[in-house]
């Protein structure tokens, strides 16, 4: 096992706790606090949950990601120029950019959410969750080397 070996896991590990994190979220505790919670205490519960996963987005995710994803792309020889050519530099470039996306609308839904806009928050958490996924697809289709 090489450093690098290490650099990628700690890129996908932070990736699949991003995604993974979403997708328990929406699939498993939104709908059983909906179940079994009333409205004050959903709130509170909801309130908490989104905010300690936007601290971990915060504190480890985004750095992780960015660390190890500017590590990976240096290893690899990739610069701004390689982005516009066919094959990987084009994957990355549309995976960098819907991941910004991603970024955009996570934040904006913490906002919608702190703001009490509920449909637009609800609007912006699936296109965070949906993002995401793009995400995943885009770095699966990047050609190994």
């Not at 700690?10 to 993974?20: E, K, M, P, R, T």
């Amino acid at each position: 096992m090489t450093w690098w070996t290490v650099v990628r896991f700690a890129h996908v590990l932070s990736a699949a706790l991003w995604v993974g994190g979403q997708l328990t979220v929406s699939l498993v505790v939104l709908p059983l606090a909906r179940r079994l919670l009333d409205d004050q205490r959903r709130g509170q519960v909801l309130t908490a949950v989104g905010r300690r996963f936007g601290l971990f987005t915060g504190a480890v995710f985004l750095p992780v990601q960015l660390g190890t994803g500017v590590a990976l792309a240096w290893r690899k020889g990739i610069t701004w120029a390689s982005l516009a050519e066919p094959g990987y530099g084009r994957i990355l470039a549309a995976k960098l950019v819907l991941f910004c996306a991603v970024m955009a609308a996570a934040a904006l839904h913490g906002w919608a959410t702190g703001t009490g806009r509920a449909a637009f928050a609800r609007a912006m958490a699936v296109t965070s969750l949906v993002g995401s996924i793009g995400v995943v697809l885009l770095a699966t289709a990047l050609p190994a080397t």
